[in-house]
């Protein structure tokens, strides 16, 4: 299969809003254009080094987000974007090779129809995560306000949970049928549990591992008996189970890039067996580990092609479990069996590629697809439409 142009394109929006969110002094950690919110900003330096000099030498043009993904049908001849040499000013010398133009042919991408219901933007400041209750209600979390925002199910906003005091750069959050609420509070170190029943909020500290980082929690999940929760810790690159009292029950991780390690586990997500589907940012794969913490499978690898990740992030599984996973930099949700296999791509009502801007947390409620958009400040709610 081919190379997709506008993939690579879309690559060089990415650099430039990194570059500003730099120049801005943020306290944002930017993984390849997309930020987690966090308090620390020593990795800055080596990933702009290693994850964007190639960006930056392989990149031929620039464009703004939202270019036509599509894959490309032509009897017309273009530039392999992996190969084409950089842009250059005039009268420079070109410091690479040019290479004979390729023809380039294309399966047709597999879309799945989904189409604009609303959009939640009010008040949102850089939204990471996303989740919804037994009765409908939208849990928005927003992180850089340090609250969950609630809303109704046609989205008129109802009341916050948390404050300042409470919650500081949290990123992830799970809610029960019945509406209980659990946050990985990030700048805490620690998961916030928010009752139902209006009880005061419960906390639960989260030790560091011997010779590790503080615990870095960035998404929690419930078990499905509510007596355990999932936590990921992402600069400790592990994922911990906790029980309702606190106690760690187990403990499965590492950095690399084997079974059971990870680089950066960002999101996840739960099945109806416990079997966890964590995002890993920087080793751009879904992993699937059970319930006691083993390993089940990879999902997905790096590139540019359907079927692969340059940076996912979100993740979300479906009435019919399939996975939907969400690529900040590329702008697009690809869709994927239990299993693995490539499905297909998120499409809109005109019959394209639906392209998001920095698309986050997820979440699927019944018809209904839930997207994060966090540069833009939005959550955008979705029908599917057909099968």
Not at 29 to 42: N, W
Not at 151 to 172: A, C, V
Request: glycine content about 10%; overall charge negative; proline content about 7%.
């Amino acid at each position: 299969m081919g190379h997709h142009p506008g993939y690579m394109h879309t690559l060089f929006f990415s650099v430039r809003a990194t570059g500003n969110a730099l120049i801005r002094k943020m306290k944002i950690i930017c993984f390849l254009g997309s930020p987690l919110i966090k308090q620390r900003g020593y990795y800055l330096g080596w990933w702009l080094f290693v994850f964007f000099l190639p960006v930056i030498l392989f990149s031929p043009t620039g464009v703004e987000a939202g270019e036509d993904l599509l894959p490309i049908v032509s009897d017309k001849t273009i530039e392999d974007p992996l190969n084409a040499a950089p842009a250059v000013e005039s009268g420079e010398a070109d410091p690479l090779n040019q290479v004979p133009a390729v023809e380039v042919i294309e399966e047709p991408l597999n879309l799945i129809s989904y189409r604009t219901v609303f959009v939640i933007s009010d008040l949102l400041r850089l939204p990471s995560d996303v989740d919804v209750d037994g009765e409908g209600r939208i849990y928005v979390l927003d992180g850089t306000a340090n609250i969950v925002r609630v809303y109704s199910q046609d989205g008129k906003p109802l009341f916050t949970l948390g404050d300042e005091k409470t919650l500081k750069f949290p990123l992830g959050v799970d809610v029960s049928p019945a509406g209980d609420v659990l946050v990985a509070d990030s700048g805490n170190h620690r998961i916030v549990l928010f009752s139902a029943k209006a009880a005061p909020p419960r906390f639960f500290d989260l030790p560091s591992p011997p010779g590790g980082k503080p615990t870095d929690p960035t998404d929690v999940v419930f078990a499905k008996d509510l007596k355990r929760f999932f936590v990921v810790d992402n600069d400790n690159h592990r994922v911990i189970a906790v029980d309702i009292n606190g106690e760690i029950l187990w403990s499965s991780g590492k950095m690399g890039r084997n079974p059971e390690e990870f680089r950066f586990p960002f999101l996840m997500d739960i099945d109806n067996e416990d079997n966890l589907y964590i995002v890993e940012v920087v080793n751009t794969r879904v992993q699937v580990l059970n319930k006691d913490g083993i390993h089940v499978r990879f999902i997905g690898d790096w590139g540019i092609e359907p079927g692969q990740f340059f940076r996912p992030k979100g993740i979300a599984i479906g009435q019919s479990r399939d996975l939907l996973v969400s690529d900040s930099f590329i702008g697009v949700v690809q869709m994927f069996s239990q299993g693995g296999d490539f499905l297909g791509v998120i499409g809109d009502e005109t019959g394209k590629v639906k392209k998001f801007t920095t698309p986050m947390g997820m979440k699927v409620y019944g018809d209904r697809l839930f997207v994060i958009e966090m540069y833009t400040n939005r959550l955008v709610v979705l029908e599917r439409e057909g099968p």
